[in-house]
């Protein structure tokens, strides 16, 4: 009788309704074992997933279906991350509303994530568009607004024109908008902040706390937040009352100061400027600002400057330098003032050499004396103090000490740590974003919306033209408001929170999804907290993560929780990537445009182009949902998982899918090719009839495997090695010659493969665990234990190396001593082969694996 066919459409749809019928995955708050928190990255919901999706939650779920099997109270959840710009761009292109546009993709890419199969407890599902939710976003800030970490002041911005909104720092990369790739413009605005750098210190100190992270991530967050140890110099202007304050990192060289750089943006370059260099100060100011690229380090551009005819005085010397304002200051980075001393920095060195400026050497090098006339580049090693008064003669690393201590003691300076890190702007010029909680009274200045009167809801009779400032702004139902404190006449913040700020405590709402008095119950977010296993993107190493962090540390300062950091553990998984195809008239091409290799549009060659990651851009994106039509949610789910390390980029293989599609087969013929057998099978008994030949090869087989996919999932996440180990048991089960001498090592045998590929391919696993007769569903089955009697192998097999080169194998008992391997090696067919005729020189046995003869 022919086998029944693998149906992946009805076992992967009655299974699906099977676990929604059943509430399959809703957490217990109370429920049995310790707790375990896994949680992927919540998506956009754009309108459909892709492959990149499919990748990072299919990690999430193994991990979340081999916890549940082994016993962990998992906690699971998914939500939507669900405002922002590009909601509100396609409203404007396709004449609809954010609102609506948004809802309609999540119920589509709910559906999909539905037929992938993935173990999410839905009841908890947030999405940050709507009230319930960013109601709580407005909360927080108004507490963060009392405790001063928020605050509204006039600043210099980074303004894409092409979103027609501020970016904060972190999303500028190389002077381009990270969402549209825009040219990114400085502008003056007021804007709100958060006060992110007060915790700068303990952001900094706790990235060596996080051992379960990437140390990648970790040095790009401690880089971005850039402690720098220092002196803080104060400089006063001759002939004036305005003092420039500076940081720097080498107070040894103060005595080799022979100028000041101000940064054109600098407030104090136009106050201290003189009449007759007014003119061409300003002119320069103006053409800096015109050519400013955010996110442009200094070391990028041409150093130029102009001399604003003001000099100040080197606190310690009392000598006067000309105090220039500079291009590749920035006022953005430390005070926007540098010190500059030319024979020990380059830039400095540079620009002196430009504007004839001295050079005055303070550090020698130990073996040396250099002569400021000769010198060639700035000197920045250490060395002895040279031309620094009392400091002379000493170690250069010395006097940083002393300086930083003598300007003190003259009142001119101290000791000081600076950072990199600049609060983080959360004003948005957009419409679809979470309002900000403040009105604005001609009586009562900037006035707090009152928490009982919370949330300030962003209304939805809104025009979109997608043009200018935010359309909040006209809206007057929404503008026009009274001012909490006196009752007259207000006018609404018309600014949106930057949707990171929904995305940094969204984790923290999953644990009491429902709370409503305050945005999470304390005990629960201490029961479930912090989240064990994070899963998501490189891309999110700085802005994201960072974000979070400082929330999770805010929060608990507010005393809604107690822990410090947010994410235990995180995975950071690779790309998904595919071959790309181009022809020179038509650019990228899909597939389907190609034909013989041949654009189908112009009959020029289809060249085929680097793999890159899949992009619609570059027209080499895989639709999920026609893999799943073709091929069933659990060949997606493997074929993601088998190809490479979560960690690693995934190159895309239509061989590698028809592989996995192949290998569920083998298991679903493995099955039902053998009920007969399988259902005659009593359960494996251990200490029954004592096992031998290929019974007990299988037998041990199935506990090495059990032991490798319980430590490749749980130890390393490698789910391609685990999944390969499962094969590897699958074909020896194909070449099981004792199943019907041996029947219930067969079906131990069998039940260990479904179990083992469960996390991985769910749908399949459940049916045939069904069919094998068992009543409980395998998600709430105990995950298979390895028996170590079982791993404890009797012999053992020697590789035999004759001259540097494998020749031949012995199988040796376990403990055989060394007499006995070599006469049995000696007796081998092949090494007598190899040998036949020479003399044996050295014998070396390393005990348990390998003989190495040299024979001559």
């Known amino acids: 009788m022919a086998t029944e066919r693998y149906d992946h459409n009805a076992i992967e749809g009655r299974w699906q309704e099977t676990w929604e019928r059943d509430g399959a995955f809703r957490t217990k708050k109370d429920g049995a074992g310790d707790k375990y928190y896994v949680l992927e990255m919540f998506p956009y919901p754009s309108g459909k997933i892709h492959m990149g999706h499919v990748r990072n939650y299919s990690i999430g779920d193994v991990v979340a279906r081999f916890l549940m099997m082994r016993g962990r109270n998992v906690l699971h959840p998914m939500g939507w991350d669900s405002f922002g710009l590009p909601a509100e761009n396609a409203a404007i292109q396709h004449g609809t509303h954010p609102s609506v546009w948004t809802r309609e993709n999540i119920a589509n890419m709910k559906t999909q994530l539905g037929r992938m199969g993935f173990s999410y407890d839905w009841p908890r599902e947030v999405a940050t568009y709507k009230p319930d939710y960013y109601r709580w976003n407005q909360w927080i800030f108004l507490k963060l607004l009392e405790k001063g970490l928020a605050y509204k002041r006039r600043s210099h911005v980074n303004w894409c024109p092409g979103c027609a909104t501020v970016l904060a720092n972190e999303q500028v990369e190389d002077g381009q908008c990270w969402r549209c790739s825009s040219a990114v413009e400085e502008k003056e605005l007021e804007q709100w902040f958060l006060r992110i750098t007060a915790y700068a210190g303990e952001l900094l100190d706790f990235t060596y706390k996080l051992p379960g992270w990437p140390e990648r991530v970790l040095i790009m967050q401690r880089n971005w937040i850039g402690k720098s140890a220092g002196a803080e110099a104060v400089f006063k202007v001759a002939d004036s009352s305005a003092e420039i304050r500076i940081f720097t990192t080498r107070p040894d060289t103060l005595h080799g100061m022979t100028f000041m750089s101000l940064a054109a943006a600098h407030p104090l370059t136009s106050k201290i400027t003189t009449a007759e260099r007014r003119a061409e100060v300003e002119a320069f100011a103006a053409r800096v600002k015109a050519e400013a690229k955010p996110g442009r380090g200094a070391g990028e551009i041409k150093k130029e400057g102009v001399f604003t005819g003001a000099y100040c005085v080197n606190p310690l010397t009392g000598d006067k330098v000309p105090v220039y304002a500079a291009n590749f200051v920035l006022m953005g980075y430390g005070t926007g003032a540098v010190m500059a001393v030319p024979a020990h920095d380059q830039r400095d060195f540079e620009f002196a050499k430009v504007y004839g400026l001295p050079v005055k050497v303070v550090i020698n090098p130990p073996d040396a004396t250099l002569d400021p006339a000769s010198m060639q580049e700035a000197y920045v090693e250490d060395g002895v103090m040279v031309n620094s008064g009392r400091f002379n003669g000493m170690k250069n690393t010395e006097a940083m000490t002393a300086i930083t201590a003598a300007l003190a003691e003259a009142g001119a300076g101290r000791e000081t740590v600076n950072y990199k890190l600049r609060d983080w702007g959360i004003s948005r010029q957009r419409y679809w974003g979470c309002p900000i909680p403040v009105v604005y009274c001609g009586t009562c200045g900037t006035v707090p919306v009152p928490y009982e009167e919370l949330p300030v809801v962003l209304p939805e009779d809104i025009k979109l033209t997608g043009k200018g400032a935010s359309p909040l702004a006209e809206a007057e139902g929404f503008v026009n408001a009274k001012c909490p404190k006196c009752g007259k006449a207000a006018r609404r913040e018309t600014d949106t929170m930057d949707t990171f700020v929904d995305s940094s405590w969204y984790f923290l709402r999953y644990c009491s999804p429902k709370a409503e008095t305050l945005p999470f119950d304390r005990s629960d977010a201490e029961r479930w907290m912090p989240v064990d296993q994070y899963i998501g993107g490189i891309e999110h190493a700085v802005l994201h993560l960072l974000y979070a962090r400082f929330f999770t540390k805010a929060l608990r300062d507010l005393g809604l929780h107690g822990f410090d950091e947010p994410f235990k553990n995180l995975l950071t998984q690779g790309m998904v990537c595919k071959e790309t195809r181009k022809c020179h008239a038509h650019g990228f091409l899909y597939p389907e445009e190609v034909r013989d290799g041949k654009c189908v549009q112009c009959g020029t060659e289809a060249k085929a182009g680097p793999v890159e990651k899949m992009s619609k851009s570059k027209k080499n994106v895989v639709d999920p949902d026609v893999l799943i039509d073709e091929y069933g949610a659990d060949t997606t789910r493997l074929f993601s998982l088998f190809a490479a390390p979560p960690e690693k980029d995934l190159d895309w293989s239509e061989d590698g899918v028809e592989g996995a599609y192949r290998f569920i087969g083998r298991v679903w013929r493995l099955v039902l090719e053998n009920m007969d057998t399988l259902?005659?099978?009593?359960?494996?008994?251990?200490?029954?009839?004592?096992?031998?030949?290929?019974?007990?090869?299988?037998?041990?087989?199935?506990?090495?495997?059990?032991?490798?996919?319980?430590?490749?999932?749980?130890?390393?996440?490698?789910?391609?090695?685990?999944?390969?180990?499962?094969?590897?048991?699958?074909?020896?089960?194909?070449?099981?010659?004792?199943?019907?001498?041996?029947?219930?090592?067969?079906?131990?045998?069998?039940?260990?493969?479904?179990?083992?590929?469960?996390?991985?391919?769910?749908?399949?696993?459940?049916?045939?665990?069904?069919r094998l007769g068992n009543a409980e569903p395998v998600y709430k089955t105990a995950w298979p234990r390895p028996d170590p009697d079982a791993l404890v192998a009797d012999e053992a097999t020697i590789v035999i190396q004759i001259n540097g080169k494998v020749r031949s194998k012995v199988t040796v008992p376990v403990d055989a001593a060394e007499e006995f391997v070599k006469d049995a090696v000696i007796k081998d067919e092949k090494t007598a082969e190899w040998t036949k005729g020479k003399t044996l020189r050295k014998f070396v046995y390393v005990p348990g694996k390998i003989v190495n003869m040299v024979v001559g």
């Open 679 to 770: 259902n005659a099978a009593e359960p494996y008994a251990v200490g029954g009839a004592t096992l031998e030949g290929s019974a007990l090869d299988v037998h041990r087989a199935t506990h090495r495997t059990i032991k490798k996919v319980t430590q490749d999932i749980e130890e390393r996440f490698h789910f391609n090695t685990a999944i390969s180990a499962i094969m590897e048991l699958v074909n020896a089960l194909y070449q099981f010659n004792e199943k019907d001498a041996r029947p219930d090592v067969f079906k131990e045998a069998v039940e260990a493969v479904v179990l083992l590929l469960s996390p991985f391919a769910p749908h399949v696993s459940e049916e045939l665990w069904q």
